[in-house]
Nanobody, 121 residues
């Protein structure tokens, strides 16, 4: 099982910025996609941003233009630069990787433990 370790969460005032990092370790042949999801209290987990292996990205409408996802394929890492943060961005943010352990393996998904982001008004 691939392990994902996140860092970079914290408390910030509205309008501020944070950068989340996530690094994958373990036996990996190929990571097809890496992304970020979030879950606020009482709400379902939702996609924030994802980057596919070819570099294409997809953002939730609520964060488009404020957040930017990037990857370092050499390090099997993904980052989320969050700018102009709003109180409604408050949530636990989870890293996700969709990967193949071996060339012949079916893709599977792995999740990080989550990192809290709190935006005060």
């Amino acid at each position: 099982q691939v392990q994902l370790v996140e860092s970079g969460g914290g408390l910030v005032q509205a309008g501020g910025s944070l950068r989340l990092s996530c690094a994958a370790s373990g036996s990996i042949f190929r990571i097809n996609a890496m992304g970020w999801y979030r879950q606020a209290p009482g709400k379902q987990r939702e996609l924030v941003a994802v980057m596919l292996d070819g570099g294409s990205t997809n953002y939730a409408d609520s964060v488009a233009g404020r957040f930017a996802i990037s990857r370092n394929n050499t390090k099997n890492a993904v980052y989320l630069q969050m700018n102009s943060l709003k109180p409604e961005d408050t949530a636990v943010y989870y890293c996700n990787a969709h990967y193949q352990k071996y060339r012949s393996s079916l893709p599977v998904s792995s999740w990080g433990q989550g990192t809290q982001v709190t935006v005060s008004s």
